[in-house]
């Protein structure tokens, strides 16, 4: 079973660019979340998508945006562009079936998108 | 936002060490994760917990959610060069909330 899947691995753009970061997920899932990750920080959530609907969102200003298609897959936005974007950007999936208890699904990670800015 | 106080923030231990961390919370949580990250790699879900009390095993790993549902805590027997990586905690909270609560990550280094 293919896990999860983000393009491109590594970018590098300048400041004031802006940049598109993709995501599929594993088959079947229809939730897709997004963090962004920092050396000290952590995982920061940035946003959830669930049926092409965004369903929970993060503490990130609106230069950071995202969409969800209909065979679930998701980009992310990131307009604007600032050194302090300069991150590893992960994608996460789950279920997200109303048929499970949503509060209690793991969620699967790919190996994320590494943005550097110059 | 919320986070998950999690510790040590760094280990380094001998090959053949036993290796325990935690994780806590100020609220009541109804699920636990565990997930280890590689150097250029995604995190990897290592063990689940969905009952207060429950002790869960995989391989040399053992995790436990905590009796009061504000705590976790992850045991590694026998380490080995290659259980090196950052071991995160996240939860989701007992409210009515669906975002995943994270620690800030526990950095594991073995020496051979």
């Known amino acids: 079973k293919a896990g999860v899947t983000q393009t491109p691995r590594y970018l590098i753009k300048t400041r004031g660019q802006q940049v598109t970061l993709s995501c599929s997920p594993i088959?079947?899932?229809?939730?897709v979340s997004w963090y962004q990750q920092t050396p000290g920080q952590g995982l920061q959530f940035l946003f959830e998508y669930f049926s092409e609907t965004q369903r929970n969102k993060g503490n990130f200003p609106g230069r950071f945006s995202g969409r969800q298609f209909s065979n679930s897959r998701s980009e992310m936005n990131v307009s604007t562009l600032e050194l302090g974007d300069s991150a590893l950007y992960l994608c996460?999936?789950?279920?997200?079936?109303?048929?499970?208890?949503?509060?209690?699904?793991?969620?699967?990670f790919g190996d994320g998108t590494r943005l550097s800015i110059l | 936002g919320q986070q998950l106080n999690q510790s040590p923030q760094s280990m380094f231990i001998q090959e053949g060490e036993d290796v325990s961390m935690n994780c806590t919370s100020s609220?009541?949580?109804?699920?636990w994760l565990w997930y280890k990250q590689e150097p250029g790699e995604g995190p990897v879900l290592l063990i689940a917990l969905y009952k207060a009390g429950e002790l869960t095993s995989n391989g040399r790993l053992t995790a436990q959610f905590g009796i009061t549902r504000k705590d976790s805590f992850l045991n590694i027997s026998a380490s080995i060069p290659s259980d090196v990586g950052i071991y995160f905690c996240a939860g989701y909270n007992a409210g009515n909330n669906r975002k995943l609560i994270w620690g800030l990550g526990t950095s594991l280094a073995v020496n051979p």
């Open positions: 996460a999936s789950s279920l997200g079936s109303r048929s499970h208890n949503q509060y209690q699904e793991p969620q699967h």
């Open positions: 609220s009541i949580f109804n699920t």
């Open positions: 088959s079947g899932h229809r939730s």
